[in-house]
């Protein structure tokens, strides 16, 4: 009896100690949590434990406090800083040797008024594109906004007109501009002098990109058509042609000689830069459905491509292979659409991708390919590939 009893006195005593310090536990949450400042939340680090998924280690995740969802993400050409566009209209800056918030943009605009962010060629300035409101705004990498120079030289503005879409020369010497009426402009920055409007009469600019050489300018239009001009020249080189829906994203190869393509159709073309000829169609398959692409990047050497979507999964390309290397799945499935992928970029070294979500999220994941996938061959796609994911590594 003696023994039973010392034994319900230690299990009580264990349960008083467990209960009390719970109790510690949340009153030191609750101090911390009303501490915490909420009049202007900024976008918080939440560490969350290493997955070690195939080659791939998600390392963070960055979290709004408004759980807006990301329109674009951007890191700065030598990779130091994140730049993160949500649907509210801030922009937020992120050191990514700390992993911290640097500071926040409001470029005074909401909802779907913001579509895309672009730096420049030294990181010293950054653009944001409007949608509906059609405006575009600049600023410098501290924050301030940079005005524009218009009309010659003869005025400053603080937003100007981006029609569609608005890009930065690979100089960092104009800008360029693509409008609804199929006009594509080159401003001069320091000056305002514009060039000669080319494009294509009454067909829409959706979005514009440079080869990374400089020597390519690609646009997009609804005739779900991307036509190649020469930079220099405006001269129309060629016009892609093989998506059956609209296309929502491009991206180029770091050496230019790859265009990646997809959209609505649920593929990515890869393209022939140098002949304009169709190399591959990549395609999911009765396990794998691509969904609507949103987001395309090639890694630093183009061996490996990232394509993200409707799918809420990021698939991640042998480009060498045309085939489906490593798809990356959503651990927060029960999110639904929200967790759908807006926007996929990789950093200048290719050592990390970064991924913006419809849920407020960007997972930011170590990026870690074997010795032979990072020595491509030579134009090895120019032999007409045309092929379907043959296997998944998950």
Not at 44 to 52: D, E, M, P
Not at 106 to 120: C, P, Q
Not at 174 to 179: A, E, L
Not at 220 to 234: E, F, T, Y
Request: hydrophobic letters at 45%.
């Amino acid at each position: 009896m003696s023994t039973l009893l010392k034994t319900l006195t230690f299990v009580c005593f264990v349960v008083f100690i467990v209960l009390a310090f719970g109790q510690i536990i949340h009153l030191s949450l609750a101090a911390t949590a009303a501490a915490t400042p909420s009049a202007h939340p900024i976008l918080s680090l939440q560490l969350i434990r290493a997955a070690n998924i195939g080659r791939i280690t998600q390392l963070i995740v960055l979290q709004s406090g408004l759980m807006a969802a990301i329109r674009d993400i951007q890191f700065n050409p030598d990779g130091t800083r994140l730049a993160i566009l949500n649907a509210d209209g801030f922009v937020d800056i992120w050191d990514m040797s700390t992993f911290r918030n640097l500071f926040r943009i409001n470029t005074g605009t909401k909802f779907e008024n913001v579509r895309a962010l672009t730096f420049n060629a030294d990181g010293s300035r950054l653009l944001v594109t409007g949608g509906k409101d059609k405006m575009a705004r600049q600023y410098a990498a501290n924050g301030d906004i940079v005005p524009f120079v218009v009309f010659d030289g003869s005025m400053t503005a603080e937003q100007i007109e981006g029609e569609n879409t608005i890009i930065f020369s690979p100089d960092s010497k104009s800008y360029v501009f693509g409008g609804p009426d199929g006009a594509i402009i080159e401003s001069n920055i320091q000056t305002g002098h514009m060039m000669p409007p080319f494009g294509v009469r009454g067909l829409a600019v959706l979005s514009l990109a440079y080869s990374p050489d400089g020597k390519i300018l690609a646009s997009v239009h609804p005739d779900n058509g991307i036509r190649l001009w020469d930079a220099k020249s405006h001269k129309q080189i060629t016009t892609l042609r093989g998506h059956t829906a609209p296309i929502s994203a491009i991206a180029f190869s770091a050496d230019s000689k790859l265009l990646a393509s997809a959209g609505a159709d649920r593929t990515v073309r890869l393209w022939n830069t140098q002949t304009g000829r169709s190399v591959a169609v990549l395609k999911g398959d009765s396990k794998h459905d691509l969904g609507k692409v949103l987001g395309l990047a090639f890694n630093a050497d183009g061996t490996v491509l990232a394509s993200g979507g409707t799918d809420r999964q990021i698939t991640l390309w042998n480009v060498n292979k045309g085939t489906a290397a490593l798809i990356l799945k959503s651990d927060q499935s029960e999110l639904g659409d929200q967790n759908e992928i807006n926007a996929v970029t990789f950093s200048p070294d290719g050592t990390m991708l970064a991924v913006a979500g419809a849920d407020g999220t960007v997972r930011l994941w170590g990026v870690r390919w074997p010795a032979t996938t990072a020595q491509p061959k030579p134009n090895s796609l120019t032999n007409g590939l045309d092929s379907s994911p043959a296997g998944n590594v998950s």
